[in-house]
Every structure is written in C-alpha cells, then in structure tokens.
C-alpha cells in the first residue's frame, strides 16, 4: 500500500453485531485489527474502468411489467448441445412475448470455475471470474465462419451435440459439452483466424485472458479448451471466444427487443467470484487475497458459511474502481437490466478468516450506488435482491435510486401475519415478486409440502415439520388451495394472485410454466447432500414453442395482467 493512510476507514470493521436472533454479538479486537490489516495490505495498480458511452435512453417509467427467469444451464429443447445456450433463450423469449412478456431474467453465464478434481463447478454464483463469460452457452451453429468448417466436420459435431443434448434429460454432463463445443470453436478459430491480434496485454482484456490461461493450466484441463493450438495462441483464442459469447448475448438482447420486449434480457451479478479465480489477480486493490465471503455462526451453521468468494476491499480512494463497478460495467451493458445478487453485499460483508474466525465489513454505500445509479439513468432496469437481515435504511437508498427490491410470496407477510396483506395493502409497489425461484423448490413442490420434507429430511427445516405443514395449509388456504387441490388449479390460483398484488414486477419461474416438481438448489448443501444445479427443465426431444404448448403454460402465459 503506497502512502501512510490507510485504504479503509477504521469504522469500515465492525466491532459487534447483532445475529438473526437479535442477539449483540461482540467481535474480539485481536479479530477486527487482522481484517482491518488484510484490507489495508490489498495492492495494485488502479486500472480505469467505466460503463461505456451514454445511450440515449431515459430511465424507465414506473408500470406494471412481467417476464419469465430462469437458469440458462438447464434450457435445452432440440437445437442445444445439452445444455441451455443463447438460441434457446431467444426462443424461449419469442415464445413468451407474443403474450406480452417484458423480460427474460437469466442467472450468470461466467466462466466456470475448477474443481479439485478438474470438473466443473456446476455452481452459476461461484465463477472463476464476474468479468468472463463461459463458452457454454455459444450457440455453436450460428458463429460467424462455422459454414467454413468441412460439411463431414460440422455433420458429426452435430451428431455428438444432440447426443449429449438425448442424455441430458437424464443428467447434464457439462465437462463433455464443454469440450466438443471447445473442439468445434477451435475449428471455427483454425479455419477463419480471426482478426483479434494486436492485443494489449496490460489492458483488462489481455490481463484476463492471461491469468485465465495460467488457471487453466495450475488445474490441468488447459487441453479441455486450447486441445492442439499452439500455446502462443491461447491469448488471442480467449479473446476471440470473448468477443464471440457478447456478440451472441448482444444480438439475442437485441432479437427480444425488436419482437417487442420492453426491457429485453436481464442478466444477473453475482456476490463475488470465486476466491481461487482471477478476478484478485488481475484486479489484485480490488480484492484481500486471504479474506472471503461468508456468513456470521448460528445455531444451523456453528461456524457460519464459508462462500469461497473474493472479499472486496471497501476503498476509501473514490478513484480506484471497486469491485462492484467492473462486474457491473462487464455484465449489464450488452442487455436491458441486471439482479444484483445479495444486494445486501453494496452496504455489509461478512469477511471471514482462514481459521473461521470473521466480522462484518462496512462500505460506503453513496460510493457504491454511483455506478448502480447511473445504470438506471440509463434506461436499464435493476433489481436487488433485499431478502434476509436487510441492514436499516437499505431499501429505502435502493428504491429512491429507482432499484427495485425482491419479494417472495411465502416470505412476505403483512402486519396480521398473512400473506395477502404483506402483498397488498402493505406491500410495496417498487419491486420484483416471485414464487419460486433457484434458491428454493418449484411452486409444485410448495403446493405439496415437498420442499418442507426434502429440508426436513437433511436437517435444515429449522422447525418441527408437523408444524411447519400446518402454516403452509394456512398459507394455500389464503389462495384458496385446499389439502386435495389439484397442482395445476393452485398453480393458477397463486399466480392469478400474484398478478393482483402490490409488486410492479411479476416474474413467472420457468419450471413452474411445465409444472415441474423440482428443486435446483439448496443453499449451503454440497453434492453430498443434494444434487445442485445438475437437472435440465424441458424435454430436450421437444422445441420451446411444444415445451410451452400445454395447457398449463397457455393458462399462466394468458392470465389477467
């Protein structure tokens, strides 16, 4: 650190605070010196970074608006390689525009970071960088010079893609997909040599490939992704495919706001990267290379969460870019709006030790709505996600930025207990509202008690399941689902109040339009304890337009806005 003053204020660390029980907690002053020094010990050169030139969009007016989100891992229908890509995602989105969807809301689609075991992290908000995107969701089939490939070549590329596209309904096996859409890239590379050289390796751009390549090759699966090309080429390839991934997510953009989407894609940024990715080597005074995000103990977690994510610096100096900003700079720009993940993250971190030990961190919340404010002067819609111990005062800074919060319908009670009132007469206007979504079950499971069997069945229900069934009766009863319901009907009923409630953004989760009985997440488990992010959502024998063509996606698609 050059100069004798510190990064971060001292009243950035906190000396106490007060747990999801309501309990002050004390942190040790031995615990709140090391994280202040880790913070003040971050170095690097400051590298500028912005949003790009100012498109003449005015903010967006306040009304009533509604989309489908989703995964895009799991999309497949009979044009993907075996997993969910940018094609079947315009596909989805013509599909539900016709209807008069505003928004597709999609989760991260970043470079995937690396298991111990040289498998891919199947985790969407673990990336090994926010300011990467993958090359798992090309559309291989339209790149530019694809045609250039031998017709025989392309034929059995395609042979193997809708093979692995046949097996996915049964499990997704990215790693494979992975590598045939990496060896056909390749191809496409080899026989265009693509106009990219001339870069400027200590720009952002060379500076990620770099250390991309470097990752790569620590963990032994650089030959998933270069194969045969010379290692002199590896830069420009990482480039190349960069420049490839935002053409597509661009154009798609583009295709669903020319069909008549009002906002378009909305893409979705995650808390951090993953701690052994590139993000903190590349933007080392951005990141603490020994501190991660995490969680405070409690009486589920006694050490509290280890997320294994990068733990940003709060700077003090207002011209160093801070993390938030070149993720946000990266992500937003090519579409019509961005979820912040845990939006919590912009005021308070639990930064966390090697030995478990941590406390929470503070940020200047002023300096990290400056880039968040100008996305909406721009035209694009923000949406944080405010669940959880939200700190006093936040909601009330995001919303008068024009963000707007996030609503779950189980989770949003009114003042009497109910869920009506904390979605109508109390609820707030400025706001997304879900059902369902990744981090919790399908509706379907919901209407059925699955989900309370499932998290009782690990240990993480938290409460006695008996008594936890008899509230969710309560819950249903409020839309007037019943115990002997049927799926479909409640389906319905929940949604059609949904679409009457208080919240101006509804969004309609995409295994709940094919009624599904799925879960694609339980936060804090790993492999051992449930398969997460591994299920695809439609038949992948099936296009979108015949995924959507039943009768419970025509009636939710056709319900009373």
């Known amino acids: 650190m050059d100069g004798d003053s510190p990064v971060i204020p001292e009243s950035a660390v906190q000396g106490e605070y007060e747990n999801r029980y309501g309990d002050h907690v004390e942190v040790p002053v031995e615990v709140q010196h ?32 509604w989309g489908v989100h989703l995964q895009l891992a ?33 989760g991260p689609t970043n470079w995937e970071s690396i298991l ?36 025989a070549d392309r034929k059995e590329l395609c042979r193997r893609g809708a093979q692995l596209n046949a097996g996915s309904a049964a499990s997704r096996n990215d790693l494979d997909v992975l590598k045939l859409k990496a060896e056909a890239l390749r191809s496409i590379f080899a026989h265009n040599e693509p106009q990219v050289s001339g870069i400027d390796p200590r720009s952002s751009e060379g500076l990620l490939a770099s250390a991309l390549v470097q990752y790569l090759q620590e963990r032994r699966v650089a030959a998933h992704y270069f194969g045969t090309l010379d290692e002199k080429q590896y830069v420009e390839f990482l480039v190349w495919l960069q420049h490839v991934v935002k053409g597509q997510l661009t154009v798609a953009h583009e295709e669903l706001r020319a069909a008549g989407m009002d906002i378009g894609i909305v893409a979705d940024l995650q808390v ?155 609820g707030r206007e400025q706001s997304m509202l879900l059902i369902a979504f990744h981090d919790t079950s399908s509706t379907a499971c919901f209407i059925t008690g699955e989900d309370l069997r499932l998290l009782d069945s690990m240990g993480r229900l938290g409460r006695d399941l008996t008594q936890a069934e008899k509230q969710r009766f309560s819950d249903l009863a409020e839309f007037g689902v019943g115990p002997n319901s049927d799926v479909e009907d409640a389906l319905l009923s929940i949604y059609t109040f949904a679409f009457s409630s208080q919240p101006e953004l509804v969004s309609i989760y995409y295994p709940d339009l094919l009624g599904l009985d799925c879960t694609e997440n339980v936060p804090g488990t790993g492999p051992e304890d449930h398969p997460n992010w591994v299920l695809t959502y439609g038949d992948p024998d099936l296009s979108i337009e015949e995924q959507l063509g039943g009768k419970l996606a025509r009636q939710l698609l056709a319900l009373k806005r």
């Open 34 to 65: 090391t994280v202040s020094q880790l913070l003040n010990d971050a170095c690097g050169d400051i590298m500028p970074f912005d949003l790009g030139p100012k498109a003449d969009n005015p903010p967006l007016a306040r009304r009533r608006r």
């Open 74 to 106: 799991p999309l497949v229908d009979d044009s993907t390689w075996g997993i969910g890509d940018y094609g079947s995602l315009v596909r989805l989105g013509q599909e539900v525009v016709t209807h008069g969807a505003d928004f597709v809301a999609i």
């Open 116 to 151: 111990p075991d040289g498998g891919l992290d199947p985790s969407p908000y673990s990336p090994v960088s926010r300011l990467l995107y993958s090359l798992l969701h090309v559309e291989v089939t339209t790149v530019a010079g694809w045609s250039s490939i031998p017709p």
């Open 272 to 426: 951090g990267a993953s701690q052994d990715g590139i993000d903190q080597e590349v933007f080392s005074g951005c990141y603490s290379r020994t501190l991660s995000i995490g969680t405070p103990p409690d009486d589920y977690v006694p050490d509290g969460q280890n997320w294994r994510l990068a733990f940003p610096v709060p700077h003090r100096d207002q011209h160093r870019p801070c993390a938030q900003t070149l993720a946000l700079a990266t992500v937003v720009v090519p579409v019509g709006g961005v979820r912040i993940d845990h939006v919590l993250g912009i005021q308070r971190l639990w930064a966390r030790l090697p030995d478990g030990a941590g406390t929470y961190v503070h940020f200047d919340v002023g300096a990290q709505m400056e880039s968040i404010r100008e996305l909406v002067d721009r035209g694009k819609l923000v949406v944080g996600e405010d669940l959880g111990n939200v700190p006093d005062g936040l909601r009330e800074v995001l919303a008068e930025s024009g963000v707007y919060g996030t609503d779950v319908v189980w989770w949003t009670r009114g003042s009497d207990g109910s869920l009506r009132t904390g979605l109508t007469t109390e």
